[in-house]
């Protein structure tokens, strides 16, 4: 007989509800049932036979195509498809025609930062850019308050423990041009966990005035404006991933 069943964490990424981490996730938090029966880490399921809802709504297989989207994020926006606060979410900034799109952010900017986002329903491509272990660079501009001493820039770099998490930096690259230099840094980063770059030079007694990610793997964001969107093709998200 033929095995129908996958993993119910893919099922729900490949529905276009969310990455697979985020999956994972809503199962630990008991938010996601098959056949009316809280469902745990591991779970597999047959999307012919069997239902599954996720808070109480249920959810069926995509029907649709994947679809994936190129945002420039400008600055007072938060990457969250809930708002139980009635902030602006990025998602506000759809034209029409995606509006029904199940969509979801392929790593997140804080509501301050600004620079390259990525919008999509396809939950292996976010899960390839999300996931550590596949090491995707992301490059930021940060502005800060006052220049870093070389002695904040290294302790970075080998990371430093900030709330019980290890925050580190794969590599940080003083610019020093512009109408502030010495304050101007590029920082790369291989994971993404809150608001690090913001915590990790806080920590150190520094305040980032300004964060712009302008780099995902060897994808440029190039000739879109804040708050502008384009559906992004193959090879760029290829691109994305190398």
């Keep these: 007989m033929v095995d129908n069943k996958v993993r119910?964490?893919?099922?729900?990424?490949?529905?276009?509800?969310?990455s697979r981490r985020e999956a994972e996730r809503w199962i630990i938090q008991g938010v996601v049932e098959v056949n009316g029966v809280v469902a745990k880490i591991g779970h597999k399921v047959d999307p012919s036979k069997d239902k599954i809802s996720v808070r109480g709504a249920p959810i069926k297989k995509r029907r649709t195509g994947p679809v994936t989207l190129l945002m420039n994020k400008p600055k007072g926006f938060i990457c969250s498809n809930e708002d139980p606060h009635h902030e602006s979410t990025v998602f506000d900034l759809l034209p029409p025609k995606f509006e029904k799109e199940r969509l979801f952010c392929a790593g997140r900017l804080d509501k301050d930062s600004e620079g390259l986002l990525i919008l999509t329903n396809d939950g292996t491509l976010a899960q390839r850019l999300t996931h550590p272990k596949n090491r995707i660079i992301k490059r930021y501009r940060v502005w800060l308050n006052k220049p870093a001493e070389n002695a904040t820039i290294a302790a970075l770099c080998r990371g430093i423990q900030v709330e019980g998490e290890r925050l580190k930096a794969d590599k940080i690259i003083p610019m020093g041009k512009g109408a502030n230099p010495g304050k101007q840094y590029?920082?790369?980063?291989?994971?993404?966990?809150?608001?690090?770059?913001?915590?990790?030079?806080?920590?150190?007694?520094?305040?980032?005035?300004r964060l712009h990610r302008f780099q995902i793997g060897s994808f440029v964001l190039r000739g879109l404006g804040p708050g502008k969107i384009r559906v992004l093709v193959e090879k760029e998200s290829k691109l994305l991933l190398g």
Excluded: Q, T
């Design 186 to 209: 590029e920082v790369h980063l291989s994971h993404g966990r809150k608001r690090e770059i913001r915590r990790m030079f806080e920590a150190l007694g520094h305040r980032v005035r």
């Design 8 to 18: 119910l964490h893919k099922f729900l990424a490949d529905a276009g509800l969310c």
